[in-house]
């Protein structure tokens, strides 16, 4: 079993910055894949970004793409989402999700076995 807790949400103004932490506990595997997800009121939960534990290529949503940073740190077995620039429409409650690395589906929320609690994010405008 895989056991994530999520950090760091809050309100901020928009143009500001917040920086989520995931932390993981349990049987991690380094082939697994940590992502996270948003899902704002009414909508469907949707992909934000994804690493793998291993480390290598780093995938974004289009609609944070530049704005986003996604990382870990391995020793504390926390992945972390930086989020620069936020805009009104990037609140939601935000999820980490983890399972095996699907290159081909990394961005559906059906290749995630593991979820957070979530945490929310509020930007005002």
């Known amino acids: 079993q895989v056991q994530l807790v999520e950090s760091g949400g809050g309100l901020v103004q928009a143009g500001g910055s917040l920086r989520l932490s995931c932390a993981a506990s349990?049987?991690?595997?380094?082939?697994?894949?940590m992502a996270w997800f948003r899902q704002a009121p009414g909508k469907e939960r949707e992909f934000v970004a994804v690493m793998r534990w291993s480390g290598g290529s780093t995938y974004y949503a289009d609609s944070v793409k530049g704005r986003f940073t996604i990382s870990r740190d391995s020793a504390k077995n926390t992945v972390y989402l930086h989020m620069d620039s936020l805009k009104p429409e990037d609140t939601a409650v935000y999820y980490c999700?983890?399972?095996?690395?699907?290159?081909?589906?990394?961005?559906?929320?059906?290749?995630?076995?593991?979820w957070g609690q979530g945490t929310q994010v509020t930007v005002s405008s």
């Open positions: 349990g049987r991690t595997f380094s082939t697994y894949a």
């Open positions: 999700a983890t399972g095996p690395w699907a290159s081909g589906s990394y961005y559906r929320k059906y290749s995630y076995a593991y």
